[in-house]
C-alpha cells in the first residue's frame, strides 16, 4: 500500500516537473524573439559648418516593433600598437553628444517624426584623431534593452577605410542610410 502511494507521488512529481520545464521552455523560446533588432548606417555622415568645423554623425534605425531602452553608445578609434609579445589594439574614445538616450521609438513607417531612428553626434575632430587608415580603424558600438521582455542586444559596426566611410551631408529622414 505505501509503495503504490509512493509511485503516485513520484509519478506526479516527475509530470510536474516535465510540464513545468516544457512550460518555461515555451515561454524563453517566445520572449527571445523579442529582442532588440538595430541597423548601423555603413557610413558616417559629416557635416561642416560655415566655420569650417565639423560634426560627424552615425544613424541607428530601430527595427523592433517596440521602444528600446537603457540604450548606451561608445565611439572608439582603434590603433595597433607593436609591444614585445606582438600587436595589441588601444582605443581612444571619441565623446558623442548624447551617448545614452532614453529610449529609441518602435519600428513604424508610417512615423512621420522618424522616432525610430537616432542620430549619434561628435564635435570631436575624427578625422585627424583618426589618421593612419593602416594602423587604425573606426567603432561604433550600441548596448540597448527591448521595452517589453527585457533582453538586451549588442550591435556593433566597424569602419575600416576613412575615405570610403565618411561622407560630405546629412542623412536623409526615414528609414533609409542615403546621405545627401
Known amino acids: 500500500m505505501w509503495q503504490d502511494a509512493l509511485f503516485w507521488i513520484f509519478d506526479k512529481a516527475v509530470l510536474a516537473i516535465f510540464v513545468g520545464v516544457i512550460a518555461n521552455g515555451m515561454f524563453l523560446c517566445i520572449m527571445s524573439k523579442l529582442r532588440p533588432k538595430i541597423d548601423i548606417s555603413p557610413h558616417v555622415a559629416r557635416r561642416t559648418d560655415k566655420n569650417g568645423k565639423s560634426n560627424y554623425r552615425i544613424k541607428v534605425i530601430n527595427r523592433t516593433k517596440y521602444p528600446i531602452v537603457d540604450i548606451r553608445a561608445q565611439l572608439h578609434v582603434f590603433t595597433s600598437r607593436q609591444t614585445a609579445t606582438g600587436d595589441i589594439w588601444a582605443s581612444t574614445a571619441i565623446t558623442l553628444k548624447q551617448s545614452d538616450p532614453i529610449t529609441i521609438n518602435k519600428y513604424d513607417k508610417k512615423d512621420k517624426d522618424v522616432d ?12 585627424n584623431i583618426w589618421n593612419d587608415d593602416n594602423i587604425q580603424f573606426l567603432r561604433f558600438r550600441i548596448y540597448a534593452r527591448h521595452s517589453v521582455s527585457g533582453f538586451g542586444t549588442f550591435a556593433s559596426k566597424d569602419y575600416r577605410l576613412k575615405r570610403n566611410c565618411i561622407k560630405e551631408g ?5 528609414d533609409t542610410f542615403e546621405i545627401t
Open 116 to 127: 525610430y531612428a537616432y542620430r549619434f553626434v561628435t564635435y570631436q575632430d575624427v578625422e
Open 170 to 174: 546629412e542623412f536623409s529622414k526615414g
